[in-house]
C-alpha cells in the first residue's frame, strides 16, 4: 500500500525505569527537567520536558528484557494504523480513544522495540453539557458531498465536523484564525474538491444563485 500523506507533530522517546520515582527526582531535581504528567495510580508512566521537548518515563519491571520505546504524534493515527494492517505489521495494542487524549496504538519490530503511533482527540478535560437543535441548512450540492466525505474520512457525524469547523473559525490566533484542519486534511480536501468538481473559490458563495 502507498504510503499516506501524514505529519509527524512530536516524536516522544521512552526510557523504561526500574523506580519511576527515583527517576522523576533525578530528572526534575538534579537534571532540571520539569514535569509535565504523571499518570497511573500508582505512578507508572511520566513525562519529563526541557523546553519545548518532552520524553517519557515508564516503570518497568526489574530483570525484565529492556528493549527501546518510541512514540510518534502524528496527524492521522486511522490512516496509518490501516496502512500498518495492510502490511502485516504487528499490533501489540489496538488502535483506540485513550483517557490520556490520543488515538493511538502500538506496533513492535522484530527486535522487539516498541513503537507507537497516534493523533490528539481533545477529550481531556470535565464533560460539557449541551443541548443540540436543530438548524435548517442548505448547502451547495457539491459542498455537501465534500464535507460528507471529510466527515467520513476524520471519523465524525456531518454534525460534528461542522461545529468543530465552526468552533475554530471562530477563534482568532494573531492575525488570523483557528483551522481544526491538519496539512494532510487539507491535502485530502484539494483531493475531494477535485473528485466532486468543485471550481469556485472560498468567495464564491456570495455569488451562488439557485
Same mark, same amino acid.
Given at each position: 500500500?502507498?504510503?499516506?500523506?501524514?505529519?509527524?507533530?512530536? *516524536?516522544?522517546?521512552?526510557?523504561?525505569?526500574?523506580?519511576?520515582?527515583?527517576?522523576?527526582?533525578?530528572?526534575?531535581?538534579?537534571?532540571g527537567?520539569?514535569?509535565?504528567?504523571?499518570?497511573?495510580?500508582?505512578?507508572? +508512566?511520566?513525562?519529563?520536558?526541557?523546553?519545548? *521537548?518532552?520524553?517519557?518515563?515508564?516503570?518497568?519491571?526489574?530483570?525484565?528484557?529492556?528493549? $527501546?520505546?518510541?512514540n510518534?504524534?502524528?496527524?492521522?493515527?486511522? =490512516?496509518? +494504523?490501516?496502512?500498518?494492517?495492510?502490511?502485516?505489521?504487528?499490533?501489540?495494542v489496538?488502535?483506540?480513544?485513550?483517557e490520556?487524549?490520543?488515538?493511538?496504538?502500538?506496533?513492535?519490530d522484530?527486535?522487539?522495540?516498541?513503537?507507537?503511533f497516534?493523533? +490528539?482527540? +481533545?477529550?481531556?478535560?470535565?464533560?460539557?453539557?449541551?443541548?443540540?437543535?436543530? *438548524?435548517?441548512?442548505?448547502?451547495?450540492?457539491?459542498?455537501? =458531498?465534500?464535507?460528507?466525505?471529510? $466527515?467520513a474520512?476524520?471519523?465524525?457525524?456531518?454534525?460534528?465536523?461542522?461545529e468543530? /469547523?465552526?468552533?475554530? /473559525?471562530?477563534?482568532?490566533?494573531?492575525?488570523?484564525?483557528?483551522?481544526?484542519? /491538519?496539512?494532510?486534511?487539507?491535502? %485530502?480536501?484539494q =483531493?475531494?474538491?477535485?473528485?466532486?468538481?468543485?471550481? %469556485?473559490?472560498?468567495?464564491?458563495?456570495?455569488?451562488?444563485?439557485?
Amino acid at each position: 500500500m502507498q504510503s499516506p500523506s501524514i505529519e509527524c507533530k512530536q *516524536v516522544l522517546p521512552t526510557l523504561r525505569v526500574g523506580n519511576i520515582q527515583a527517576s522523576i527526582d533525578f530528572f526534575t531535581n538534579k537534571l532540571g527537567f520539569s514535569l509535565r504528567f504523571v499518570w497511573g495510580e500508582p505512578v507508572a +508512566y511520566a513525562g519529563v520536558g526541557l523546553g519545548e *521537548v518532552m520524553m517519557h518515563l515508564a516503570q518497568f519491571p526489574p530483570g525484565s528484557i529492556e528493549k $527501546a520505546e518510541v512514540n510518534f504524534v502524528v496527524s492521522n493515527a486511522n =490512516a496509518l +494504523y490501516k496502512m500498518h494492517l495492510e502490511n502485516g505489521v504487528p499490533i501489540r495494542v489496538p488502535i483506540g480513544d485513550r483517557e490520556y487524549g490520543l488515538r493511538d496504538y502500538g506496533t513492535e519490530d522484530p527486535d522487539g522495540n516498541q513503537i507507537g503511533f497516534g493523533h +490528539y482527540i +481533545y477529550n481531556q478535560g470535565s464533560p460539557i453539557k449541551i443541548e443540540r437543535i436543530d *438548524v435548517p441548512v442548505r448547502l451547495e450540492k457539491r459542498l455537501a =458531498a465534500l464535507l460528507a466525505d471529510l $466527515a467520513a474520512h476524520k471519523g465524525m457525524s456531518i454534525s460534528g465536523t461542522l461545529e468543530e /469547523t465552526l468552533l475554530h /473559525t471562530f477563534e482568532r490566533i494573531g492575525d488570523t484564525i483557528a483551522n481544526p484542519h /491538519t496539512l494532510s486534511d487539507l491535502e %485530502y480536501i484539494q =483531493a475531494l474538491k477535485k473528485k466532486h468538481g468543485i471550481d %469556485y473559490d472560498v468567495h464564491g458563495s456570495y455569488r451562488f444563485r439557485e
